[in-house]
């Protein structure tokens, strides 16, 4: 049973980790190497708090009381008495074993070691001490005081007994715990690396801008139902087709490295007529044209929308996919973040603003999302309702 909790390193992470385990009423010591990250760790924790104040969440007296829970301590041996010690140091596999090393000396054999990493393997650090049976990966996101998502990352060496506690406790964070195989990425970046870099590739193949690649309803208003110039370009070079005489019958002009069909390129029929190749030789470009030609239509259906296709995404069509999003279970993502924000009509005004990476870049930055409300005002924020409502209707709440 899990009573006490320690937070190692008190970054981002470590001082959200606390700040939750604190909120939800266990004593929570708070350990960093550098002592000044502690006063800094306290501050944050502070003025987090505050803005909970502010908003009518919390009474003074229960941010007093959270506050009270939580101990700042440059002594190792304080965190070593814990129940459950929460790595969340800097991603460094050496940095992080020699610490679990020392703790794995002086913490009782009961207590269950916990890593926040995001990237290294779980077994990787149980190795390095005596208790891989009790050794496990919560992965919580920032920030942690918001986000209900935790992974728990079960090891090959990972008890039943310490996955089902792991469970427990972020259940009593009031956290949704998802469980996750210790592989790349485990579940969230699993997904979401591939988007990204699938979406930065895209990018510098210039099939649309970076905006135009993140949500869906930019992908529904430019994409859908078009073809790759370049792509077609190609296609018509190896086929040795002359590609302005049919790409003018064909399309309309390139926008952003995209065609859209001509209105009157309306079935197979007229198609081969204007690409002047006979249906039996026309693989490839008849799969062209099936697979995008009535894309809309077909996701239109998909979605479960009768009448008029809209060529803009509306409120109604957002929501649908949303809803089938949260009917495949899926889940959290940056896509889905944004359309939510979609759906409320909150993107910014400036596509550049609201861009989850930056052009011509792959590193730290390309994590960021710059969302147009800040997450305590999103938290708040009225859009959350039918958020709240659509994840009820469809079994996630
Ligand atoms: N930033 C994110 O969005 C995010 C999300 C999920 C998981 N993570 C993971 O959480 C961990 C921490 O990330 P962060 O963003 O909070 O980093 P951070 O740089 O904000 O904080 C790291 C803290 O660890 C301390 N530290 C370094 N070596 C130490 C040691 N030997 N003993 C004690 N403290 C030590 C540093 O002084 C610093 O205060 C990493 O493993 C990271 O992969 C980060």
Request: aromatic share 10%; net charge neutral.
């Amino acid at each position: 049973m899990i009573t006490s909790v320690a937070v190692l390193g008190s970054g981002l992470m470590g001082s959200g980790i606390a700040q939750t385990a604190a909120a939800a009423g266990f004593r929570t010591v708070v350990y960093d190497v550098v002592p000044l990250a502690l006063d800094k760790s306290l501050a944050a924790v502070a003025r987090s708090l505050a803005k909970f104040v502010e908003k009518g969440q919390y009474t003074v007296a229960q941010r007093d009381e959270v506050l009270s829970r939580l101990e700042f301590n440059p002594n190792l041996a304080a965190a070593a008495k814990a129940d459950l010690i929460i790595e969340a140091v800097t991603e460094d596999l050496a940095v992080k074993n020699e610490l679990w090393r020392s703790l794995d000396g002086i913490a009782p054999p009961s207590t269950i070691f916990a890593s926040n990493t995001s990237s290294l393997p779980i077994a990787a650090m149980a190795a390095a001490t005596r208790r891989p049976d009790r050794f496990v990966g919560l992965h919580f996101f920032n920030p942690v005081p918001l986000m209900p998502l935790v992974e728990v990352v079960r090891a090959v060496g990972t008890s039943r007994e310490t996955v089902e506690a792991a469970f427990a406790f972020a259940r009593q964070l009031s956290k949704e715990p998802v469980a996750a195989r210790d592989t790349p990425g485990f579940i969230v970046n699993l997904l979401l690396v591939p988007y990204i870099l699938d979406g930065i590739r895209a990018v510098e193949r210039g099939v649309a801008s970076t905006h135009d690649m993140t949500p869906v309803a930019a992908w529904w208003k430019n994409e859908a139902a078009t073809v790759d110039d370049y792509f077609f370009q190609l296609k018509c070079a190896a086929r040795r087709l002359d590609y302005e005489t049919v790409t003018a019958k064909l399309f309309e002009p390139a926008v952003n490295g995209r065609r859209r069909w001509r209105p009157e390129i309306d079935s197979e029929e007229v198609f081969l007529w204007h690409l002047g190749i006979p249906a039996e030789r026309a693989g490839d470009f008849l799969d062209l044209f099936r697979s995008t030609r009535f894309e809309r239509e077909a996701f239109w259906k998909f979605l479960g929308l009768s009448g008029r296709v809209y060529p803009k995404p509306t409120p109604r069509f957002v929501q649908r996919v949303l809803e089938k999003a949260n009917e495949s279970a899926s889940v959290f993502s940056v896509q889905l973040f944004q359309d939510w924000l979609a759906t409320a009509g909150v993107m910014s005004k400036d596509p550049a603003a609201d861009r989850i990476n930056l052009p011509g870049t792959i590193g730290p930055q390309n994590w960021s999302y710059v969302s147009p409300l800040s997450l305590e005002e999103l938290a708040t924020w009225p859009g959350n309702r039918g958020i709240l409502e659509l994840n009820k209707r469809t079994g996630r709440a």
